[in-house]
């Protein structure tokens, strides 16, 4: 465990569930810078053989499009890392998103606060496996977590989210309670069973002249 992962944590806090955005946000993202990358690539290649290069203009021009080459290629390079840098945590007792690559941002929303989840699946994200999760906190208003976008195994995570958010309120109300700290509402205690002893005024009886035939 990291570090900064053990600084997010209570004392009694533990990792239910980790994760990142799904790989289609990063193609979605370099696809336009990747195409105007291979544009550049091709214009370099076609002043270089038209012989532009022979003079101050064409030294000029070719010095400009490897400038937007590189400044292509660094832009890239930065939305990987961020992808790469961004987790998204489901805790025993809270929902954390953290992100950022030189400076970290921590976005964290107690499960006692979540109210209502909702599951959006797009064609797209039921083919490719992702989808986007909706909190809304019980004032009605939506928790600020932007990495529940693009989730990979949405419905999985739908189904911890929920459960974990349903146990954590219950047990916050004080009907219930959490021993072990899992963020589960631990099992009832069984009932030791009855001896012949103990079975007096218990049970049903018949009543009256009631007799069996």
Do not use: C
Not at 10 to 37: M, S, Y
Not at 151 to 160: C, N, S, W
Request: aromatic residues 8%; without cysteine; hydrophobic residues 45%.
């Amino acid at each position: 465990m990291s570090r900064e992962l053990e600084e997010l944590l209570g004392p009694d806090e533990g990792i239910v569930l980790k994760t990142r955005q799904h790989w289609f946000v990063v193609v979605r993202d370099i696809g336009v810078l990747a195409l105007v990358l291979i544009l550049a690539a091709v214009a370099i290649w076609y002043v270089g053989e038209a012989g532009w290069l022979d003079n101050r203009v064409g030294d000029w021009t070719a010095i400009a499009l490897w400038i937007v080459v590189g400044g292509i290629l660094l832009v890239i390079l930065w939305r990987v890392l961020a992808w790469v840098r961004a987790h998204f945590y489901i805790t025993t007792s809270k929902v954390v998103y953290v992100h950022g690559i030189l400076s970290r941002e921590i976005t964290s929303t107690p499960m006692t606060k979540i109210d209502e989840v909702t599951l959006h699946r797009p064609l797209l994200g039921r083919i490719l496996g992702f989808g986007r999760l909706d909190v809304e906190n019980a004032s009605g208003g939506h928790e600020p977590l932007a990495g529940l976008e693009f989730l990979p195994r949405p419905a999985e995570m739908y189904r911890v989210l929920t459960e974990r958010s349903r146990h954590q309120r219950m047990i916050e109300g004080g009907a219930h309670r959490d021993d072990d700290s899992d963020g589960l509402i631990d099992p009832l205690a069984s009932k030791p069973a009855a001896t012949d002893g103990d079975d007096k005024g218990s049970g049903w009886k018949p009543s009256g002249d009631a007799t069996s035939s």
